[in-house]
T-cell receptor, first 113, second 111 residues
Framework: AQSVTQLGSHVSVSEGALVLLRCNYS??????LFWYVQYPNQGLQLLLK??????LVKGINGFEAEFKKSETSFHLTKPSAHMSDAAEYFC???????????FGTGTRLQVFP | DGGITQSPKYLFRKEGQNVTLSCEQN?????MYWYRQDPGQGLRLIYY???????QKGDIAEGYSVSREKKESFPLTVTSAQKNPTAFYLC??????????FGSGTRLTVV
């Protein structure tokens, strides 16, 4: 069975500071991993995805994530936070043999001026 | 441009009333999903369909029904049996390995 754990339901950073949102997964088969962002009253938008190519994945809006098999992690980072990054972020996992995603419970990012 | 369209954006339901939320995609995706989102509870799967004329219950299917008569369309009916329907509803579609494409959501409120 697959599962995703997002550590920290709320993360607060100052504008210009490093953003680090944590995601650990469990999967018995090689995983596909995804990060989504959700702004208030909107659907989820794909930030980036890992599908067994390069372990460091670059996404939109300056975000990137690194797949670390030994740590079963796929943490999301951005070197310098912007006020517009304030949103909820979801990590998700699937695999080659299924199209269904398993989502984490989300992390709300607040950015302070 | 291809995408997934949910309508209406806001919907109000009276007690005892059935309402239907629309979800249409032109991405040629086989699989479609309905999720419910409540504050602080993430996404919960209601129903999903991986092929036309077939669908499966998710984790919280009670009080909901769906149909999949066309590849492009996957409407969700919130029935009077759903006692707490106020929530944000999200529809998504996908192909394997591609992740989901989401609609913009429907906010349902009981009045």
């Amino acid at each position: 069975a697959q599962s995703v754990t997002q550590l920290g339901s709320h993360v607060s950073v100052s504008e210009g500071a490093l953003v680090l949102l944590r995601c650990n997964y469990s999967s018995s088969v090689p995983p596909y991993l995804f990060w989504y962002v959700q702004y208030p009253n909107q659907g989820l938008q794909l930030l980036l995805k890992y599908t067994s190519a390069a372990t460091l994945v670059k996404g939109i809006n300056g975000f990137e994530a690194e797949f670390k098999k030994s740590e079963t992690s796929f943490h999301l980072t951005k070197p310098s936070a912007h006020m517009s990054d304030a949103a909820e972020y979801f990590c998700a996992v699937s695999s080659l043999n299924t199209d269904k995603l398993i989502f984490g419970t989300g992390t709300r990012l607040q950015v302070f001026p | 441009d291809g995408g997934i369209t949910q309508s209406p954006k806001y919907l109000f339901r009276k007690e005892g009333q059935n309402v239907t939320l629309s979800c249409e995609q032109n991405l040629n995706h086989d699989a479609m999903y309905w999720y419910r989102q409540d504050p602080g509870q993430g996404l919960r799967l209601i129903y999903y369909s991986q092929i036309v004329n077939d669908f499966q219950k998710g984790d919280i299917a009670e009080g909901y029904s769906v149909s999949r008569e066309k590849k492009e369309s996957f409407p969700l009916t919130v029935t009077s049996a759903q006692k707490n329907p106020t929530a944000f509803y999200l529809c998504a579609s996908t192909v394997v390995g591609d992740g989901y494409t989401f609609g913009s959501g429907t906010r349902l409120t009981v009045v």
